[in-house]
DNA sequence: TCTGGGGTCCTAGGACCC
DNA sequence: TCTGGGGTCCTAGGACCC
């Protein structure tokens, strides 16, 4: 599938997670270039370097965004050197998002795509996004928009004014009251320099063609579940559970765990571990994808 | 069109306990 | 024989994000 598309691909309606087939179709004259991760990395750590020379908490959010948690007189001025410090010293552009909060920094930063700089406050927030469907909001996408939809709610206005106890129903205790505040701009969670330790670490893979032969997917298993316990034992980490992933054809994807006894990294443990729990699947159907991922200590 | 790989968080339901 | 209410923990699945 795609990955990223150039903004010249996507104005041909191409976008990430779109099979490639289908992207050559909507773009037959596209350059379709393979992923290097380890560059994007270099490229990640560049940018990141130069964020971390900012005055204020800067909390990285995946290889290509950053919360800075800074405050400014002129804000528009301030993210304005902050993109020409990214584009002098790494030569990639950005667009940044300012907010008073990371949920309007966030909506921001993709409003001021690409290469611009964007101001989201409560000032403006009705002016910018009433209008504009659910999913417009970050933590909320198709799924729960359709489900908003099924309720007579269709923009973020409508969100903000739902009444709570029809959202809860919906959504959860939780879930629902959070929604609402999210259209009301409102997020509570503040920049945190500090990185929480990963909860889990997994890898998975999808094979060219459905596998049915159980050698083969036993031989793939056992590949996997040494691979991530070679990577947590590399981070000090341990395994507290081990959950296997496998997908059937068409996209019909479970999932079966099994809790180690004690925490444990040893590559045997965590292949009996995701052998045991790779036995309660039924051995009968081709399999699209498997995966092993150990949920940590 | 037919759906990657890496994650996080939330929810519902069941088991279990007092 | 049929059964409360409160709580915790575990598991599987799903939604979402980059």
Known sequence: VVTSAS???RAHGVHAAMPLSLAARKCPEAAFLPSDADAYRRASREVMQVLETLPGALEPAGWDEAFLAAS???PIAFA???QASVLEQTGLWCSVGIGENKLQAKIASGLGKPRGVFHLTRDNWNDVMAVRPPSALWGIGKKREKMLARLGVRTVAAL???HAADLAAEFGDSLGPQMRRLARGEYDDPVSEV???ARSHGREITFERDVSDPEALDAELARLARRVAA???EQGRFARRIVVKVRYAPFDTHTHGVSLAAPATEPCLVERAAFAAFAVFPRDRPVRLLGVRAELA
Do not use: G
């Open 80 to 82: 304005r050197s902050i």
């Open 195 to 197: 990185r929480a330790p």
């Open 160 to 162: 903000a004014s739902a």
């Open 72 to 74: 400014a007189d002129d």
């Open 231 to 233: 990577e947590i034992a």
């Open 7 to 9: 903004y010249e691909a």
